[in-house]
């Protein structure tokens, strides 16, 4: 029973380029939550989707993020344009679909550097 | 807002020894507690969790009470060992119909032999 898979572990980019993160849920969950843990911080929510649904991207900044959880394939948070500033860990975490179910289940979460 | 506030570290204790790690919690309603711990280079494992006021929550010898009257969720251990050095991160949920967590900035517990 696989957990919560991220890919790639490490990602390297220059001022201007775009990252993509992935994020595939622990099997049967189809609710998919990203937090960023800049340096020294702890993790700060950024969005929540449910297939093919934003539901909350409060956390969000409003220029250059965007995330999506298509119907098939996994979920993806994109940062356009990356600045020094976005360099972080960024997580994924899943939860079933259970009214009530709370818990959330992290994956091992994507270093973003950017030089 | 919803908030949750730890003890800084880190907190350095020598095998064996006893651990507190303070938190306390601002929220409306009735959130649930958790605590999550991250090893080096890793990502975040739950600990444990309590989902209502005086439940506890324990697991691997860890143990924290959800205390409504001082919003606090504390953790404790009896006996710390080396292989405890990690990152304790205090979260709640507001369980307002969907989970998103809130969290502490984190305390760093080191343990020497």
């Known amino acids: 029973n696989a957990g919560v898979m991220q890919n790639p572990r490490h990602l390297v980019r220059r001022r201007g380029q775009e990252a993509r993160l992935r994020c595939s849920p622990m099997k049967g969950h189809s609710h998919v939550y990203w937090y960023r843990q800049l340096p020294e911080e702890g993790l700060k929510f950024m969005v929540y989707l449910q297939k093919e649904n934003i539901i909350d991207e409060s956390g969000m900044p409003k220029e250059r993020f965007s995330a999506e959880f298509p119907k098939e394939g996994p979920s993806i948070l994109r940062i356009q344009q990356v600045v020094r500033g976005d360099s972080a860990a960024y997580f994924c975490?899943?939860?079933?679909?259970?009214?009530?179910?709370?818990?959330?289940?992290f994956g091992p979460g994507t270093r973003l550097t950017v030089l | 807002g919803n908030s949750v506030t730890q003890m800084e570290g880190p907190v350095t204790l020598s095998e064996e020894a006893f651990l507190t790690i303070n938190c306390t919690y601002t929220a409306t309603g009735y959130p649930s507690l958790f605590w999550y711990v991250q090893y080096p280079g890793e990502g975040l494992q739950l600990l444990l969790k309590?989902?209502?006021?005086?439940d506890k929550g324990s697991n691997k010898g860890f143990e924290a009470t959800y205390r409504k009257e001082t919003t606090s969720f504390h953790l404790e251990k009896g006996s710390v060992q080396v292989s405890d050095s990690a990152v304790y991160f205090c979260a709640l949920s507001p369980n307002s119909g969907y989970s998103t967590l809130t969290f502490g900035k984190g305390t760093m517990l080191l343990v020497s032999p």
């Open positions: 975490a899943s939860s079933p679909p259970t009214r009530g179910q709370d818990t959330q289940y």
């Open positions: 309590a989902t209502k006021a005086d």
